[in-house]
């Protein structure tokens, strides 16, 4: 039912928490399920150089956002553009079709983040 991968990340997740002094806080949430997911984020030169997350939701929600805080760590905030829910899928090795939900309140909370650190940049 769910990959190895998947059951790594629930199991361990990484990079849970929160940052007292974080540059950006955003949160999303799906409404059909009623998952929540929260990301904290350090931005300094364009990176994203340290993020926590944390997430009140099924099995993989809780490796989504596992997933994502690894996938965008270090990374440039351009970078970050790109990423999908295809993204998130295939880093944990497939999603059940009934979960796709989770990649995809990973990539809204991300969406957000961007979004949040676009308006600073226009401020």
């Known amino acids: 039912m769910y990959s190895p991968t998947l059951l790594d990340h629930f199991h361990h997740p990484r990079n849970v928490g929160e940052i007292a002094e974080a540059s950006v806080v955003v949160e999303a949430s799906n409404p059909v399920c009623g998952d929540l997911m929260k990301l904290w984020a350090v931005v300094r030169d364009g990176k994203i150089q340290e993020v926590k997350f944390k997430v009140g939701g099924c099995v993989p929600s809780v490796a989504c ?41 990973a990539i809204d909370v991300l969406k957000r983040l961007l979004e949040q650190l676009h308006a600073r940049l226009l401020h």
């Open 65 to 105: 956002g596992s997933w994502l805080t690894e996938a965008i760590l270090s990374r440039s905030v351009e970078e970050l553009y790109a990423l999908t829910d295809d993204d998130v899928i295939a880093g944990l090795d497939g999603l059940p079709s009934a979960s796709g939900h989770a990649a995809a309140l």
